[in-house]
């Protein structure tokens, strides 16, 4: 708006000044030109009459007429110069030019005494009333300057013609003395020359600035027989002779030829100023018409923008209020809203998350999209908020199921060791579950797991220490060992491997079927093979528990049924041991776990104390030794099952 108004304002001050300078045409016009061309012709008609009564001899007191004509004039123009109100460097020359009139004046005065005292020749007159003309010229081409480009061509065009007619009333002054005295007078010959040579060359150029048109018409008047004639009287004149010699002509002659030639000179120039003010009058047109369209137009354009820019304004205030008040809004609900998802995990309570979330009608501009990144935030911290009571919820299971099973394995080792036979053997096998199952935590958490730094043991010694500490191990079958020895630092996980394998599979089979478990020599490593007659998964699923195997991710705590899967898959990644669960038989899973070799070093077959292959023996049958055994040395534990 307000690049716009000031357009519409510089627009207008432009037009404005063009006015302004058409208006000081006018001015300029009527209070300089003209009164200054009125007193130019006063003293051109008193320099005529001083010159021809000095010649005749005539009374001063016959020049009392054309003086108080000249006064009048002159006080005219200082009346009407007064009034001129021209702007810029120009107008302030012509008031300077306008102030130095009073020395001119002055002049006039002191050539009028030498006239009265008739101690002044015709030349000298001449050439003074010239000086006085010339300097009123000069305020003349002054005040033009200040006028419109256009009006100050034509005015100046004027005052050099006006120039050029001085030229011609010098030379009628002075030829009216030297008929009426019937000779030339001293000097009055060589300024004749003079000015007759001024006049040829400054006619004909004087109206080569006007307009086509009217350079036709000056030309053609320059060839008129009326300024033929003048120009022979002027040849007959030069060729008279010098001061002294008579005349070849009467003042009456002269004033015959003189007089057709003069008017006709000034009735072309006399069109002069109107035509400038013609010129001004269409150039004011032009402007006025300018200024309406422009102005209006702008005006209709400032309003129409002032319109648009208030209810866009308003439509953006608006808006944004109401972006304003659902932020603010949504600053003091959302910790409220956060909070109840949090406790309705535990509470049961039911949170419409659809129903708090904003709705903002804004359109579909920048603003409507700040408003739908607001809606974004919400529902992201909404679900956020969601997941993480989610999460925390689903953890709360985990523990609770896996202290649920070991509130489980208590209860059964406290009756174990309150019942008969085998009853530390029974303890210590529930101890052990329980132990693997706070090793799940460990696992979950991704800590390091204890090490209880007995020293390396064999595979078969680990496979059937595992298999005597999962329920149901009297279901477990070993078959063939591989002589192979696990060290140290692995023997822990991949014992919390295959029991967790072992486990599963006596679970998910039914009960009274066997779940046989062997371990063979492979070429890069050992491969054991847990074998199950359960229920069997589909291929889909199959698929999945395989990914899951192969390429371990985040703990779901929603999927705490699948715990055991999860740490089998945590452990194999981390030792590089592959497992992988395919169909068995018509019923069942076989999971095959790949050791590679620097987990199970081969034993040589001479190597003492190594296991001995045992094919189809029960855990039930060993589970007795090797919990009497401990967890020795692998060779005198292999020495005590043995």
Avoid: C
Avoid at 595 to 610: D, K, N, R
């Amino acid at each position: 708006m307000v690049a716009l108004i000031g357009l519409w304002t510089l627009d207008l001050s432009v037009s404005v000044a063009d006015a302004a300078a058409l208006r000081d045409s006018f001015h300029t016009r009527d209070n300089l030109s003209l009164p200054v061309d009125r007193m130019v012709t006063a003293l051109q008609a008193e320099r005529s009459a001083s010159v021809e009564t000095l010649a005749a001899g005539r009374d001063i007191a016959a020049l009392s007429d054309e003086r108080l004509a000249t006064d009048v004039k002159i006080t005219e123009f200082r009346k009407l110069s007064q009034l001129y109100r021209g702007s810029g460097i120009s107008a302030d020359i012509a008031r300077s030019r306008i102030a130095d009139m009073s020395t001119a004046f002055d002049a006039l005065a002191q050539l009028r005494m030498r006239v009265n005292a008739a101690d002044i020749s015709g030349s000298e007159v001449v050439s003074g009333y010239a000086g006085v003309i010339g300097y009123a010229f000069t305020v003349s081409t002054a005040a033009a300057t200040s006028s419109s480009p256009l009006v100050e061509r034509v005015i100046r065009t004027g005052v050099g013609l006006r120039r050029a007619g001085e030229l011609l009333h010098q030379e009628d002054a002075l030829l009216t003395g030297v008929t009426t005295a019937a000779r030339f007078g001293p000097g009055e010959s060589r300024q004749l020359i003079e000015v007759v040579g001024a006049l040829r060359f400054q006619i004909p150029t004087a109206g080569s600035t006007l307009p086509a048109p009217d350079q036709a018409a000056y030309k053609e008047m320059l060839r008129s027989p009326e300024f033929s004639a003048l120009r022979a009287v002027e040849d007959q004149l030069l060729r008279a002779g010098t001061s002294g010699d008579p005349v070849p002509t009467t003042a009456a002659v002269w004033k015959t030829t003189f007089t057709p030639a003069i008017r006709q000179f000034y009735g072309f120039l006399s069109s002069g100023y109107d035509k400038a003010v013609a010129f001004a009058t269409a150039e004011r047109d032009r402007i006025i018409v300018r200024f309406v369209i422009s102005g209006v137009l702008g005006l209709i354009a400032i309003v129409t923008s002032l319109l648009l820019s208030i209810h866009i304004g308003g439509s953006v205030v608006r808006r944004l209020t109401v972006l304003r008040t659902a932020a603010t809004d949504l600053a003091q609900r959302l910790p409220g809203t956060v909070r109840r998802l949090r406790t309705g995990e535990q509470t049961g309570e039911q949170v419409d998350v659809d129903g708090t979330t904003l709705r903002l009608a804004l359109g579909d501009d920048e603003i409507a999209d700040v408003g739908s990144a607001l809606t974004e935030v919400q529902r992201s911290a909404i679900d956020a908020a969601a997941g993480e009571a989610a999460l925390r919820y689903d953890l709360n299971r985990v523990l609770v199921n896996i202290a649920r099973r070991n509130q489980t394995l208590i209860d059964r080792q406290l009756e174990a060791l309150n019942s008969g036979d085998r009853s530390t053997a029974r303890a210590g096998q529930l101890a052990a579950q329980m132990r693997r199952h706070a090793d799940h935590l460990v696992i979950l958490a991704g800590s390091a797991r204890s090490r209880r730094g007995l020293g390396p043991e064999t595979l078969a010694g680990i496979i059937t220490r595992v298999a005597g500490e999962v329920e149901h191990a009297e279901r477990i079958e070993i078959g063939a060992m591989a002589d192979a020895e696990v060290p140290e630092p692995a023997v822990t996980d991949i014992g919390h491997l295959l029991a967790e394998l072992l486990e599963n599979g006596t679970t998910f089979s039914p009960p009274g079927t066997p779940v046989r478990v062997s371990a063979r020599p492979a070429p890069d490593g050992i491969v054991v093979e847990i074998e199950d007659h359960g229920l069997g998964m589909s291929a889909s699923a199959l698929e999945e528990t395989n990914r899951r195997l192969t390429q371990p991710q985040d703990f779901d705590p929603g999927t705490s049924n699948r715990l055991g899967l999860f740490v089998v898959g945590r452990l194999a990644a981390e030792r590089g041991i592959g497992v992988v669960l395919r169909p068995s038989g018509d019923r069942g899973i076989t999971a095959t776990v790949q050791i590679p070799a620097e987990l199970a070093a081969p034993l040589s077959p001479a190597a003492p104390g190594s296991s001995p292959n045992r094919a189809g023996v029960t855990v039930s049958a060993l589970v007795g030794t090797v919990t009497s055994a401990g967890r020795g040395t692998p060779r005198h534990a292999a020495e005590k099952r043995a």
